[in-house]
């Protein structure tokens, strides 16, 4: 059978013949065409293998900016992530104490400022004794006398606020270096931190291992996301201790902002601010926040609460309760700038904290002087005292159990 010749070929015929150039050329340039064929169909199909194999949570490359924060006082590097949105909103955080140091939200005009109070640099925040911005563990709020009884067993805490022990002690997770890493997504900007906290350390028993992650959304949320394991029954009890002044840190007093707290009834104090075990009704009391009230407004009513605390220092026990998903616990608005934070959480149980202690000797970013009540805190949490409280809900953690609770910070204006 005859081979049917190829493009541009003379058919062979039973005489010799002169070779035919512009043939040979013709075959030259078929064969070469053949094979560019062949290249682009293995490239397409490449490419496609790699889009077929891509995860959806990398659908763009991650913007997080880091660059260094400093040492530590033995000589560690600490780094700044500073996490942003599609809407401009920013929130620089480090990883030393999982700081948040700047949170900048616009105003009903569209400004932006830094609402949240801290320190420049990480030599402010080497000495902090006001906790701005940090990350608290392992138990956050009071702990009385520095102990309490876990299956029969005493357990002793350093005392860092007179009798009691406040914010997991004088070395507690506010001042451990973290590891971090960046696993944004689609859902924004994440940074995740992750430290171990050794069996005994500040008087605690198990080897826990903590991991949060914030996450800064286009919505303008960032969520705060704990966790935790152990390999002992523990107590355990995580929050973020960020003072809050939603005109701009060092712009005044937080006296005018207008504050909503879903919550009936408070864990009323003793006069070292440990719960006395009795949940008081806050309606007919300065501590009644159900609907929107100025923060300056009762606070320095002839109060017994108002007086121990030097004004707000109080945990609100939330209406909500037993909930798995994150609900509206507080609400703050600031009429000049028109901006409004509201506080999600499935804790039950917020810590409002007027900055009572604020007494003009802390200068913190922009050399701005930090007064009385220049700052506002919402600590979602577990009550204070409850490994003392068998009543209260409780917060023991054991082992083969995950320890899981959200908090979203959301920013708008009107």
């Not at 609900?327 to 039950?348: D, I, K, M, S």
């Not at 003009?360 to 700052?375: D, F």
């Amino acid at each position: 059978m005859e081979s049917r010749p190829r493009p541009g070929m003379k058919a062979r015929s039973g005489e010799p013949s002169e070779p035919d150039f512009g043939v040979v050329i013709t075959e030259l340039l078929w064969e070469e065409t053949l094979k560019l064929r062949v290249l682009v169909t293995a490239l397409f199909l490449v490419v496609i293998m790699m889009m077929w194999h891509v995860p959806a949570t990398a659908e763009a490359k991650s913007t997080m900016k880091k660059q260094p924060f400093g040492k530590t006082s033995d000589g560690r590097e600490v780094d700044l992530y500073t996490l942003t949105n599609k809407k401009g909103m920013e929130v620089a955080i480090t990883n030393f104490g999982g700081i948040i140091v700047t949170l900048k939200a616009p105003d009903r005009n569209g400004k932006f400022d830094d609402v949240v109070l801290g320190y420049d640099s990480l030599d402010g925040y080497l000495t902090n004794k006001a906790f701005f911005g940090a990350l608290i563990g392992r138990y956050g709020n009071r702990i009385a006398h520095g102990k309490f009884t876990l299956n029969g067993k005493a357990y002793t805490l350093p005392k860092n606020d007179g009798d009691n022990t406040l914010h997991g002690g004088p070395e507690g997770f506010n001042k451990r270096l973290w590891t971090a890493k960046d696993v944004s997504s689609a859902k924004g900007q994440a940074l995740e931190l992750t430290y171990l906290s050794a069996d005994g350390e500040e008087g605690f028993p198990g080897n826990l291992t903590a991991k949060v992650v914030y996450t800064l959304t286009d919505e303008n949320e960032l969520t705060i996301a704990y966790s935790a394991t152990t390999d002992k029954e523990t107590v355990v009890n995580l929050t973020n201790h960020s003072y809050f002044n939603l005109a701009g840190q060092g712009s005044g007093d937080i006296l005018g902002h207008e504050l909503m707290i879903r919550g009936d009834h408070i864990t009323a104090v003793d006069d070292t601010l440990i719960p006395t075990g009795e949940l008081r009704p806050v309606k007919g009391t300065p501590f009644d926040f159900t609907h929107a009230t100025a923060i300056g407004a009762r606070i320095n009513q002839d109060d017994p609460q108002i007086k121990v605390g030097k004004g707000y220092d109080h945990n609100w026990a939330l209406n909500a309760h037993g909930v798995h998903s994150p609900v509206l616990a507080a609400e703050a608005y600031e009429p000049n700038t028109g901006r409004v934070l509201q506080v999600l959480t499935v804790e039950p149980g917020v810590q409002f904290y007027s900055g009572n202690f604020l007494d003009g000797t802390i200068t913190g970013k922009g050399n701005k002087v930090y007064k009385h009540r220049y700052g506002f805190c919402l600590e979602t949490q577990h009550f204070p005292d409850s490994p003392n409280h068998p009543k209260f809900p409780s917060t023991t953690l054991k082992p083969g159990q995950t320890y899981s609770t959200t908090t979203v910070f959301k920013f708008s204006t009107r």
